[in-house]
């Protein structure tokens, strides 16, 4: 923008500000308007010596009066508290011009914040329609079909750029600009259509999502039932195991007492596969009888392993109390041996201490239900006493 801000003083009087010609072959023309006394006034050229004077590009100037001359356009404008003009050296006839032709001009040499935004309105058209095709036939139906989520993502986009190039295209209408006059494009037109296609498929989606949904639910409802059906078969197979067998050994009670625990997860198992088809609407009520008596079941079997565990510890108990009545028998003896030597203390103290773990042993075996172990347990502590 070769504006100067600079002014000429003559005579002490007159200040006079520094005019810019511009030519449409981008020559540019400086001169000062000299009034002599008399009010006589002839032009001058101005010579710029250097750039130190030019207003700088981007600078903000206010426009305030225009001229119309025979064969220019003469713009008054401020700058602060410095002012000049602008003529437009458009040549004898320039009436008859177009508008955007002398607009365009003018927008060479200062920036018009309504031309700007026209331009990028411009740039903007131009950047969209070239972008349009790939995404028209992004959109396209593919064979085979693409899923109908993707189909919906390419036609959402494609929506959403009718609808831009719609917004820029109607701006730039309004405004009359040329680079849209040959596009009678509708694009709303466009966009509604694809508007269109979106319902249906939205609809489709719909109907897809839910009748996948109750071929989920109804997948869902057979796994339960095949679930159940199984937990049902391996409960009557641990049933049949420990129906016909009775422990023998400290190692049957122990997979009898694991198999028991397996028959306890299975009914639990069984039980939540039943609650999950009665949220699925299931009559579940003959399931729940069986699984009833199942449970049932389970509490007689545990009932008899916790017998059979009693008897095998009763048994055990006795065994042990037999080996200490031999063990008491040989104690006795030293003790009797002992008397009036300094063995003596040590072999009572060893006698007690057998005494008191016999006693324990039958207050354990009396509480198994062993009727004669509360009698034996009394002599012991008689004996026990006599030590003293």
């Keep these: ?7 000429v003083i003559y005579h002490r009087s007159y200040v006079e500000p520094i005019d810019t010609e511009f030519y449409e072959n981008g020559t540019v023309d400086h001169h000062v308007s000299v009034k002599e006394k008399g009010g006589t006034g002839f032009v001058k050229a101005y010579e710029l010596k250097d750039s130190s004077k030019l207003l700088q590009p981007g600078s903000r100037i206010q426009l305030e009066k225009i001229s119309y001359y025979s064969d220019s356009i003469e713009i008054l404008w401020f700058y602060g508290s410095q002012a000049g003009t602008i003529s437009l050296m ?58 109908l989520e993707l189909e919906i993502e390419k036609k959402t986009a494609l929506y959403g750029a009718y609808r ?23 694009y709303a037109a466009l966009a509604e259509g694809v508007e269109n296609q979106l319902i249906m498929l939205r609809e489709a989606a719909e109907a897809d999502r839910k009748q996948k949904s109750e071929q989920a639910h109804i997948q869902a409802i057979r796994n339960l039932q095949k679930s159940e059906s199984g937990d049902e078969a391996n409960l009557e197979n641990i049933f049949l195991q420990l129906d016909k067998s009775e422990p023998r050994t400290e190692s049957d009670l122990g997979n009898r007492a694991k198999a028991l625990q397996s028959a306890q997860e299975t009914a639990s198992d069984w039980l939540q596969c039943l609650n999950l088809l009665a949220l699925a609407h299931q009559d579940t009520t003959a399931d729940r009888k069986r699984l009833d008596a199942a449970n049932q079941h389970i509490v007689r079997l545990q009932a008899s392993l916790d017998a059979a565990r009693g008897r095998f510890q009763s048994r055990s108990l006795d065994a042990k109390y037999q080996s200490m ?12 041996a002992s008397f009036g030597t300094p063995a003596a203390d040590a072999a009572k103290m060893e006698l007690r201490n057998q005494l008191n773990q016999m006693i324990a042993n039958r207050e354990s075996a009396a509480a198994m239900g062993n009727s004669a172990a509360n009698q034996q347990a009394e002599q012991l502590r008689v004996e026990l006493s006599r030590l003293h």
């Excluded at 923008?1 to 002014?7: G, K, N, R, S, T």
């Excluded at 329609?129 to 959109?139: E, H, N, R």
């Excluded at 719609?166 to 596009?183: C, F, Y």
């Design 1 to 7: 923008m070769p504006i100067v801000l600079d002014f």
């Design 90 to 147: 458009l040549g004898p006839g320039y009436e008859t011009w177009p508008t955007d032709r002398i607009v365009n001009f003018l927008y060479k040499i200062i920036s018009i914040p309504a031309i700007d935004e026209r331009i990028d309105l411009e740039n903007q058209y131009k950047t969209m329609t070239s972008a349009l095709k790939l995404q028209v036939d992004s959109a396209q139906t593919a064979t085979p079909p693409l899923p």
């Design 164 to 186: 831009d190039l719609d917004g820029v295209a109607t701006k730039l209408r309004t405004a009359h600009d040329p680079i849209i006059s040959s596009d009678s494009t509708d």
């Design 325 to 336: 009545v031999s063990r008491l028998a040989e104690l006795k003896s030293s003790y009797a």
